[in-house]
């Protein structure tokens, strides 16, 4: 019997390296004994009508560590991908009293799984590589991630090099603007803004735009701990960072200027407007995700 399972298992990765089950599927060859090979499910919810962009993101990197694995000079029928989707295994959902997707979980060739055994996607993301990491945590089994070539990135940066490198030589004549104090500082301020907002987290965590409940399709753009954060949590703070500096240069702008009195009454009111406000919110952000801190500023 394991040697028609092993059979069967190997015979579908040849074909795709992620194994699609459905209820009866998982219950023959991942629940039912006897098994001496590991198998990674991603529970995911992939149809249209289930409007999970997340299952999307996190379904491109889990093909791309299943075909890692299926064609490096180190497979062995040890571990198998596999994915079930809540259209075609709602059984399976029910009977593992799951309620949110994609959730990935390592079923060990012997026992039952631990805690541990499910992927703490919140925490550290569904990029290929987080993902490669876990695995190797708990099956022993090593896998280098190969991602297909990208172009799109030195593309870009080709392009822009050749904006900038257009511009200049149209106005080789003229390359005061270079020297303009406010265009290094309007360039340092976006940096600045882009980096504390947290991109370079995103970069290299990969977390999800957002977190859909596939039960209640409420969605949270915040994440609710301090260890993680959404894609979208930081386009929010970048957004609530720029409005307050905003309200902070047209405070100094209303302090400074020439303009007449009125308008700079206009401004002060304004800046200060904005930096309460989007302070405000900042700091209700902060206090969702470290629960316990005691502090608010107009809205708690």
Not at 100 to 110: V, Y
Not at 195 to 206: A, K, L, P, V, Y
Not at 230 to 241: G, M, P, Q, R
Request: hydrophobic content about 45%; aromatic content about 12%; some cysteine.
């Amino acid at each position: 019997v394991l040697l028609l399972k092993v059979g069967q298992l190997m015979d579908w990765t040849g074909k795709r390296s992620v194994i699609r089950m459905n209820g009866e599927k998982f219950r023959r060859f991942v629940k039912a004994p006897p098994r001496n090979y590991s198998v990674i499910i991603m529970f995911t919810a992939l149809q249209p009508q289930r409007q999970c962009g997340v299952c999307k993101q996190a379904d491109e990197e889990y093909q791309i560590l299943a075909n890692s694995w299926r064609y490096s000079n180190a497979f062995t029928n040890r571990v198998f991908f596999a994915t079930v989707d809540f259209d075609e295994g709602s059984d399976v959902f029910q009977m593992l009293n799951m309620n949110s997707a994609p959730t990935f979980i390592h079923f060990p060739a012997k026992g039952k799984p631990k805690k541990s055994d499910t992927y703490e996607l919140q925490v550290r993301g569904f990029a290929a590589e987080q993902l490669a990491r876990w695995v190797g945590d708990r099956t022993d089994v090593q896998i280098r991630v190969i991602r297909p070539p990208n172009y799109a990135g030195p593309l870009m940066l080709g392009f822009l090099l050749a904006v900038i490198g257009g511009l200049a030589y149209l106005r080789r004549n003229n390359l005061e603007f270079l020297y303009n104090r406010n265009v290094w500082a309007f360039s340092a301020l976006c940096f600045c803004l882009i980096m504390t907002s947290g991109q370079m987290w995103n970069h290299i965590r990969g977390p999800p735009y957002a977190h859909k409940n596939p039960n209640t399709g409420q969605v949270s753009y915040i994440h609710g701990s301090s260890q993680a954060q959404f894609v979208a949590e930081t386009h929010i703070v970048l957004l609530f960072n720029c409005a307050v500096t905003l309200g902070m240069v047209l405070l100094h702008e209303a302090a400074t200027s020439d303009m007449d009195i009125g308008k700079r009454k206009i401004m002060c009111i304004g800046g200060i407007c904005l930096v309460m406000l989007f302070f405000s919110w900042l700091l209700s952000i902060f206090r969702a995700k470290y629960h316990g801190y005691p502090y608010s500023f107009l809205m708690s």
